[in-house]
């Protein structure tokens, strides 16, 4: 029983242009929610994260959006850039987090 | 910088082996991790501590413990390595107070572990 899914397991996005990464959760009571970056052999990095009281956080050219009601999560990075190019995994809880299956993001030159 | 450190990258060991894995944080953090990431399953827990002598199963602590005897050490510990607990090994540690919640995971570089 996942509590946490990324139903896409890779995009590819040609440079410039919008990457949108999505993510469903099951248990309402996640308090934050948080993505990762993740290079090969190397530790996931931190990205940015979301409450659960607000609906939108925005960092440079990431921006999560959380739709509470969908128990839904995207992410979106405007504009692409190939050093993008990762595994992009988002995270529900509170102080201890269930990670998805992440997302592969290819970003095209 | 905040720091984590996980004291192998990589790890070659033999079945029935009993095999440690140790991380050190030195961000004075209350809460560490050990996850486990595989293909197509993303990073699942496999316990936590909340202080120092505590800990808590995580979703797949089967064939692991762990250790915490000191606030900036916390290893993880296979009695017996068996070869489907061949994996990438992640460290992760974090602050969080219920009035004022830090809610980032601060990871370590992983341990790529093989048991043959």
């Known amino acids: 029983d996942q509590q946490v899914k990324q139903n896409s397991p890779s995009l590819s996005v040609q440079e410039g242009r919008i990457s949108i990464l999505n993510c469903d959760y099951t248990n309402s009571m996640f308090d934050y929610f948080l993505w990762y970056k993740k290079y090969p052999a190397e530790g996931p990095t931190f990205l940015i994260s979301i409450s659960s009281i607000k609906d939108k956080n925005e960092d440079g050219r990431f921006t999560v959006f959380l739709n509470k009601s969908a128990k839904h999560l995207s992410l979106h990075i405007v504009p692409s850039q190939p050093g993008d190019s990762a595994v992009y995994f988002c995270?529900?809880?509170?102080?201890?987090?269930?990670f998805g299956t992440g997302t592969r993001l290819k970003v095209l030159a | 910088d905040v720091k984590v450190t996980q004291s192998s990258r990589y790890l070659v060991k033999r079945t029935g082996e009993k095999v440690f894995l140790e991380c050190v944080q030195d961000?004075?953090?209350?809460?560490m991790f050990w996850y486990r990431q595989d293909p197509g399953l993303g990073l699942r827990l496999i316990y936590f501590?909340?202080?120092?002598?505590?800990?808590e199963k995580g979703d797949i602590p089967e064939g692991y413990s762990v250790s915490r005897e000191k606030k900036e050490r916390f290893s993880l510990i296979l009695e017996s390595a068996s070869t489907n607990q061949t994996s990438m090994y992640l460290c992760?540690?974090?602050?969080?107070?219920?009035?004022?919640?830090?809610?980032?995971?601060?990871f370590g570089s992983g341990t790529q572990l093989s048991v043959l």
């Open positions: 961000m004075d953090h209350e809460n």
């Open positions: 501590s909340y202080d120092v002598k505590m800990k």
């Open positions: 992760a540690s974090s602050s969080w107070d219920r009035k004022s919640p830090n809610e980032k995971l601060f």
């Open positions: 995270a529900a809880g509170t102080y201890k987090y269930i």
